[in-house]
Structure formats: structure tokens, C-alpha cells
């Protein structure tokens, strides 16, 4: 199996380890993440504003690198995930956009939204199956205790992104199980870190991220995963909890016996 690959920013600069980890491990589970060429960032926020156009290309240019491929689109970041998965949403429902776009990028062939877009865990999920997963590991984490934090991009809004249920999602708990750990359920798994506001009102996301994790601690877990750099970066530096946070790529690597 091969996929068209878009690493985004923060996993080619800030997070190099991460998106090694994702290609080592697909690898050795039977599939390729192929790099799609020239991609631009996504914007890291999906455009609200039904008139803008311009921000949204650059997902609909990958997106269109992966149809001429005729592979599925593939992420690791959820913020990269959320937008693009959105913008092709816009390119399947809405006829404005499409004619805009299409006009703009004078595209061999026009794009109307045909590429699938998947994260890495649904990937995981849905094309190797975590029943191969589990059976690939040979580092199980077995008797760890690791909670798993979904955050707000990964799932919301659930009609467009249909990765999994957002108010009792499961995808993170049966990938922790795969790899032998024990899964932790706590109040505060699907509630916002404080996202972008760590660049405009730090103490906003020290609150939110302190109540993450503290919540996670108080749930008996003895560390956080989640699939969202952003995330990562909050629940890390912000929360001022001691409570180990991973990227999901990197736990499945050790797992996999890769790093």
C-alpha cells in the first residue's frame, strides 16, 4: 500500500523524530507514505470566511498531487488533518469554491474533492487493522498506564471529519491497547489544551493544559499520547505537569521494536 504523504511544517522542522518514526513504522507494517513534491503549509487553521479562496489552495493542490496519484492523502498532524480534510469538504459541497479554485490554479484536470483524506491512525485503524498492529509488536508497552488525548481538531466538526464519535471517541484507546498498554479514561480527554492562544495569552493554555493533565494524574495514568504537535507543545511546556506527554508515532515505533 502506498499513500501520498503531507508532513506538514512543525514534523519537517520542530519535529523531525516524529515524522521518522511514522515512516519507519508504516514500513514495517506494509505500507509507504510517499512524500507528495512542492507541498506548502496548510495554514495550520481551517478558513471560516465562505469568500476565502487563497488560503485554502495549498490543501487543494496537495489534494490534487494525490488524485493524479489516485492514492489516498495522508497526515500525522491533527491540525494539518482538520484543514485539509475540511477544504476538501468545501470541494465536494461547494460549487462556488470549486469554480474559484479550479479558475485560480488552472489545474490539467479540475478537482472536485475525489481524494480520501485519512490521519495516520485511521490508516492504522481502517487499512492495516490493529489486530495486525498488535500482532507486528515486538516491544509490547505491557502494564503501562497512558492516556490518551484527543483534543479539539482531531475529531471536531464530526460531520466533516467522521473519524471517529467526538464526544466518546475510541481510536487513541484501542491503538494504546494494540501495543500492549493499558488504556486510561478521564473527564478532560476531548477538551481544547488552549491551542493557539499559548501566542496570544499564555495563562489561557497553562489553565486548560494544567486541567488536562491533572485530570489524566488523577485518573491513575502515567503518560499522555497525543496525535496533535500543538497539543504535544501545551501539554508539555504550559501545564506544568511532570506526567511524560509522546507523540503517538513515536510510542508506536518502540513498540514495533524500532527505536
Avoid at 96 to 124: C, P, R
Avoid at 163 to 169: A, F, G, I, L, S
Avoid at 232 to 251: D, I
Amino acid at each position: 500500500m502506498t499513500f501520498s504523504y503531507f508532513p506538514g511544517c512543525t514534523l519537517r522542522t520542530k519535529a523531525k523524530e516524529l515524522d521518522r518514526y511514522a515512516r519507519i513504522s508504516a514500513e514495517a507494517l506494509g505500507f509507504t507514505l510517499e512524500e507528495i513534491p512542492d507541498w506548502q503549509c496548510c495554514g495550520g487553521v481551517y478558513p471560516m470566511a465562505k469568500n476565502e479562496i487563497a488560503t485554502k489552495l495549498s490543501s487543494i493542490r496537495a489534494l490534487a498531487s494525490a488524485k493524479e496519484k489516485g492514492q489516498p492523502l495522508v497526515t500525522l498532524c491533527s491540525a494539518c488533518h482538520n484543514v485539509i480534510k475540511q477544504v476538501n469538504n468545501d470541494m465536494q459541497t461547494d460549487s462556488d469554491i470549486v469554480m474559484k479554485a479550479n479558475n485560480y490554479l488552472k489545474l490539467e484536470e479540475a478537482y472536485q474533492g475525489e481524494t480520501e483524506v485519512l490521519h495516520y491512525l485511521e490508516v492504522l485503524r481502517d487499512k492495516v487493522g490493529f489486530d495486525n498492529l498488535k500482532a507486528a509488536v515486538k516491544n509490547p508497552l505491557t502494564g503501562k498506564k497512558i492516556a490518551a488525548y484527543y483534543g479539539c481538531l482531531l475529531l471536531r466538526p464530526g460531520k466533516v471529519m467522521q473519524m471517529d464519535n467526538p464526544e466518546n471517541p475510541k481510536i487513541l484507546e484501542d491503538f494504546i491497547k494494540a501495543i500492549g498498554a493499558e488504556p486510561v479514561l478521564y473527564p478532560q480527554r476531548n477538551e481544547c489544551c488552549g491551542g493557539y492562544m499559548t501566542m496570544e495569552d499564555k495563562s489561557v493554555a497553562e489553565s486548560r493544559s494544567s486541567k488536562v493533565m491533572n485530570s489524566a494524574s488523577d485518573n491513575g495514568a502515567e503518560m499522555v499520547i497525543t496525535a496533535c504537535p500543538l497539543c504535544l507543545y501545551n501539554l508539555q511546556k504550559n501545564s506544568g505537569s511532570e506526567l511524560p506527554v509522546v507523540y503517538f508515532t513515536e510510542l508506536l515505533a518502540q513498540a514495533l521494536g524500532l527505536k
